[in-house]
């Protein structure tokens, strides 16, 4: 089975439909999003139709889909004080934007889930819903014990990496493009971003998992990041937020 996975799209949807152009190419099996689809960017409503709707082929453009903070905060279900002032100004204005046939929708979404013995969660399987960060090893420490599957993938940080649990316990983080997994380790691993990523990489990030060869290969995709930008600057959205996407950061 091969796995295409992905999150953090953040109304973004020149990313995503760059994404998805590339997912078509891979002979994928399953789509499985982690959280994030709204938030920063100018095209809530689409990106959700987009996530949702039947592509050409007969498959779903998302097998499955979890929430993110930035989903719930935009229905009331996450307290956005914590948000940095140009995180709350985007969501306050996606609030206004999106329809209430999209609100009742991300409303109904779980934030974590176990697929195929894979465990998915948008921020961590610690405590989900508080939306802590895994940004280095100590924090993945901190989170081994909370799932029971080999593989855990997140994301939230907008930074892909893997990070390995081997059988003596030691901790790796494999730098590869394609890793080949050990099946006597344990792994969490952050897809990165679709359409915010941070690591100084502007391209969009996902992942492909191939179960049967037991890889995982980042990938990443360009897009048309003026684009994004121009529609964000028509509405008003932050400065800030737009001018990061040319830098990835």
Known sequence: MRYAIFSDIHSNIEAFQS???EIEKLNIDKR?????????GANPNEAIDMLTTHLKDGY???DVILAGNHDYAAVDM???????PHAKEAILWTKE????????????????IVVDNITLAHSSPKEPLMWHYIINT????????????????IGHSHYPFIIESDASNRINTPKDKIIKLNINSKYIINDGSVGQPRDKNPDASFVVYDSE???IEFKRVPYDIKSAQEKMRREGLPEY?????????
């Open 97 to 112: 934007i999106l329809t209430k046939g999209h609100k009742e929708y991300l409303k109904k979404l779980p934030v974590t």
């Open 78 to 84: 996450t307290d956005i004080n914590y948000f940095n």
């Open 32 to 40: 499985l999003f982690l959280g994030d689809i709204v938030g920063y």
């Open 19 to 21: 994404v998805l152009k």
């Open 213 to 215: 060869n037991m890889t």
């Open 241 to 249: 937020l737009i001018d990061r996407l040319t830098y990835g950061r």
């Open 138 to 153: 100590l924090d993945a420490m901190e989170n081994l014990e909370y799932f029971n599957t080999t593989l855990c993938f």
């Open 60 to 62: 779903t453009a998302t």
